[in-house]
């Protein structure tokens, strides 16, 4: 059974970095992918960034530069440094697995209780 438990949300001011964990079980590295998706209110799931079954890192245009993903397999979690934060970035983070790494992290099966960035101007 695949677990996954996110931390590290908060409330920083443009311009300022959080760094957010994902604890993950039930997770067979070199098989799955895993990533990062996030949520605003009233809009959709957005992939932000992820890395599949080869260990290749992939970003949306929208974070790319700013963001970075990395995973530590000794210690089962992925993590996602948030740089540059912008207003705009606010929303509900996930974290998400899957065996199929044909989507995008916001199409994979499993997915954490999400935790909350806000970027205030």
């Known amino acids: 059974q695949v677990q996954l438990v996110e931390s590290g949300g908060g409330s920083v001011q443009a311009g300022g970095s959080l760094s957010l964990s994902c604890v993950a079980s039930?997770?067979?590295?070199?098989?799955?992918?895993m990533g990062w998706f996030r949520q605003a209110p009233g809009k959709e799931r957005e992939g932000v960034a992820g890395i599949d079954s080869y260990g290749r890192e992939f970003y949306a245009a929208s974070v790319k530069g700013r963001f970075t993903i990395s995973q530590d397999n000794a210690k089962n979690t992925l993590y996602l440094q948030m740089n540059s934060l912008k207003p705009e970035d606010t929303a509900m983070y996930y974290c998400a697995a899957d065996r199929d790494c044909s989507g995008g992290p916001e199409e994979y099966n499993y997915r954490g209780q999400g935790t909350q960035v806000t970027v205030s101007s």
């Open positions: 039930g997770i067979t590295y070199g098989n799955d992918c």
